[in-house]
């Protein structure tokens, strides 16, 4: 069993950065490829960015290429997401995710373990 807990949300201005956080319990962590998936009021959850149990593999979404950046650091059990030049339209809960099968990528169902969500709120 992994739990995840996020952090690091608010309310930033656009073009402010944000740097999330997802905490994992387990010794298993390391394992695991590791996602972010966001969900705005009245629409469907979908996918961010993912990275490989290494570090070394990344999946991004379009709309966030070049903005976003996806990290790990194994020894910490945590993975980051670092959030620039926000838009109003990145204002979502944000979820990390943890697959076990260390498949990863932009499919949720793939993914074994989902944390509380935090909420990013961009002001225009």
């Known amino acids: 069993q992994v739990q995840l807990v996020e952090s690091g949300g608010g309310l930033v201005q656009a073009g402010g950065s944000l740097r999330l956080s997802c905490a994992a319990s387990?010794?298993?962590?390391?394992?695991?490829?590791m996602a972010w998936f966001r969900q705005a009021p009245g629409k469907e959850r979908e996918f961010v960015a993912s990275?490989?149990?290494?570090?070394?593999?990344?999946v991004y979404a379009d709309f966030v290429k070049g903005r976003f950046t996806i990290s790990r650091d194994n020894t910490k059990n945590t993975v980051y997401l670092q959030m620039n030049s926000l838009r109003p339209e990145d204002t979502a809960v944000y979820y990390c995710?943890?697959?076990?099968?260390?498949?990863?990528?932009?499919?949720?169902?793939?993914?074994?373990?989902w944390g509380q969500g935090t909420q990013v709120t961009v002001s225009s």
């Open positions: 387990g010794r298993t962590f390391s394992s695991y490829a």
């Open positions: 990275i490989s149990w290494r570090g070394s593999g990344f």
């Open positions: 995710a943890a697959d076990q099968a260390n498949i990863g990528g932009s499919t949720a169902r793939r993914y074994d373990y």
